[in-house]
């Protein structure tokens, strides 16, 4: 299955943003992909509280989860919506993946469970001021395909992943939006970690540069097999046309490496 990670560098104008998706979306069909992967927050990177709301609560349903259907059926694609904003409980709001099959069904929806707060050397994230977690892993079935669902600051949670492997899941999907100087540092890493200890492919669709409000992603999307190696990853030098990433992903290959060292029928409880 031929599958392609968007990279974008979102702003705040949903409609600029989604023209941007869609002319990508024509690239990676082109191309033949049958699976798409769009980055967290993709159709509204801002970060006022009131213009978050109005997107949550209006343009998120009334624009862009239309506007994913729609792209799903017009290529014949699954497309799992990387994330963005919806209502949550009173004031808070989720961190929502939404996927829709290639007849444009809305098949999943799965929430970020790990929220990113943290004071880094570029600036202080408090996502948990604002954003409700969520408390279910969400796998789904894809033709031949179990599919692990997940959010960016998802990666560092290992046992998502392993939960996810212990499942059966062989696609592991991780859309991001990671700082610079945590992506300089882990975002490899933990990519590559996640793939090698699950023995599953690794889908990264990332945000790239400088965002509405002053904050700055590191980009790099990337593909990783289940050994652990890069087998796609983006070039990095297009940030505001956005980029496309494309691997062909094989079952046989998951197949091959959990055979040839079968580490996941070796766990042992303790
Ligand atoms: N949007 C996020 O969850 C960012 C996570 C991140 O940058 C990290 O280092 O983790």
Known sequence: MR????????GDRVEANLAVVSALLDEAAAKGAKLAL???????????DDRKRHFAE????????????????????????GSLLLPGEGELLRNTCVVFSADGEQVALYDKIHLFDGDLPDRSYHESARIQPGSQPVVLDLEDWLVGLSICYDLRFPELYRHYA???AQLLCIPSAF????????????????????????????QIGRHPGGRETFGHSMIVDPWG????????????????VLADIDLQRVHQVRKQLPALTHRRLY
């Open 3 to 10: 599958v392609a990670c968007l990279q974008l560098s979102s």
């Open 38 to 48: 769009l980055p967290e927050m993709f159709a509204f990177f801002h970060p006022d």
């Open 58 to 81: 209006v343009l998120a349903r009334q624009v862009v989860l239309p506007f994913l259907a729609d792209q799903a059926r017009r290529h014949a694609l699954t497309l799992i919506g």
């Open 166 to 168: 212990a499942l059966g």
């Open 179 to 206: 700082t610079v100087p945590t992506g300089q540092a882990h975002w490899e890493l933990l990519l590559r970690a996640r793939a090698v200890e699950n023995q599953a492919y690794v889908l990264a669709a990332a």
């Open 229 to 244: 190696l890069v087998v796609a990853q983006a070039t990095n030098q297009r940030a505001t046309e956005g980029e496309v």
